[in-house]
């Protein structure tokens, strides 16, 4: 089950089986699709993208009979089912209309205009499974063993670099909106902040949870620090 926080989004969020928002009427159902994220920040207008153990769904929410609900990539080359992840919209300075989400241990890349994959790539070398990634100025993805992997923005395949937590398990990672510097972390129960340009030393290590892990991590919508 999703946490609550990351379900949520300034166009759309995620309430039981049912995808709702400001532009969707009386919502759209995801009956039967197991939704693992939803994005629509900086997605083309009218869309939102839903990640899923059954592949990666289209909503598109401004059609005139009502919003509609789509298949944009549900199987692999070996006809099995995606089990995705975290889903992140590039924003308009990267790849505009392309989405990445997590693929086990890699980010499938998927572009709306031409509603194909226009990528699928290793994070980190491939030797970790990844939990979670997030696209602002950057590309980040989190892994299993508390790494975060800063993508090239230039090269997405490349790794320009890496940051590592003392803890393995679950990592979850947002860019700051407002400084392009700054990436947020949750690992186990703690929370690390990192400035890309300072190395893996993280400026800030805060422990929010003892006994428990954290969900989702996220940044003050209107401070940069």
């Given at each position: 089950?999703?946490?609550?926080?990351?379900?949520?989004?300034?166009?759309?969020?995620?309430?039981?089986?049912?995808?709702?928002?400001?532009?969707?009427?009386?919502?759209?159902?995801?009956?039967?699709?197991?939704?693992?994220?939803?994005?629509?920040?900086?997605?083309?207008?009218?869309?939102?993208?839903?990640?899923?153990?059954?592949?990666?769904?289209?909503?598109?929410?401004d059609k005139d009979d009502g919003p509609f609900l789509s298949k944009a990539k549900?199987?692999?080359?070996?006809?099995?089912?995606?089990?995705?992840g975290s889903v992140s919209w590039s924003p308009p300075s990267g790849r505009p209309?392309?989405?990445?989400?997590?693929?086990?241990?890699?980010?499938?890349?998927?572009?709306?205009?031409?509603?194909?994959?226009?990528?699928?790539?290793?994070?980190?070398?491939?030797?970790?499974?990844?939990?979670?990634?997030?696209?602002?100025?950057?590309?980040?993805?989190?892994?299993?063993?508390?790494?975060?992997?800063?993508?090239?923005?230039?090269?997405?395949?490349?790794?320009?670099?890496?940051?590592?937590?003392?803890?393995?398990?679950?990592?979850?990672?947002?860019?700051?909106?407002?400084?392009?510097?700054?990436?947020?972390?949750?690992?186990?129960?703690?929370?690390?902040?990192?400035?890309?340009?300072?190395?893996?030393?993280?400026?800030?290590?805060?422990?929010?949870?003892?006994?428990?892990k954290i969900g989702t991590v996220d940044w003050h919508p209107r401070k940069a620090?």
């Amino acid at each position: 089950v999703m946490d609550e926080i990351s379900r949520r989004n300034s166009a759309a969020e995620l309430v039981g089986t049912r995808l709702v928002g400001r532009e969707l009427g009386e919502g759209l159902d995801l009956d039967g699709i197991d939704a693992r994220g939803v994005a629509a920040s900086h997605a083309p207008a009218g869309l939102a993208a839903i990640s899923s153990r059954q592949g990666l769904w289209i909503a598109e929410m401004d059609k005139d009979d009502g919003p509609f609900l789509s298949k944009a990539k549900c199987q692999d080359k070996n006809v099995k089912l995606l089990d995705l992840g975290s889903v992140s919209w590039s924003p308009p300075s990267g790849r505009p209309g392309c989405l990445a989400a997590v693929n086990k241990r890699c980010v499938l890349l998927w572009d709306a205009e031409k509603s194909e994959v226009c990528g699928n790539f290793e994070s980190g070398g491939g030797q970790r499974s990844l939990t979670d990634l997030h696209w602002e100025h950057v590309l980040v993805t989190g892994g299993m063993d508390g790494s975060v992997s800063i993508h090239d923005p230039r090269q997405l395949t490349k790794v320009a670099a890496t940051f590592q937590a003392k803890a393995f398990g679950h990592m979850q990672v947002r860019c700051s909106r407002l400084n392009p510097s700054l990436i947020a972390g949750a690992n186990a129960g703690t929370v690390l902040v990192w400035d890309i340009r300072a190395g893996n030393r993280p400026l800030h290590s805060i422990m929010a949870h003892v006994s428990n892990k954290i969900g989702t991590v996220d940044w003050h919508p209107r401070k940069a620090e």
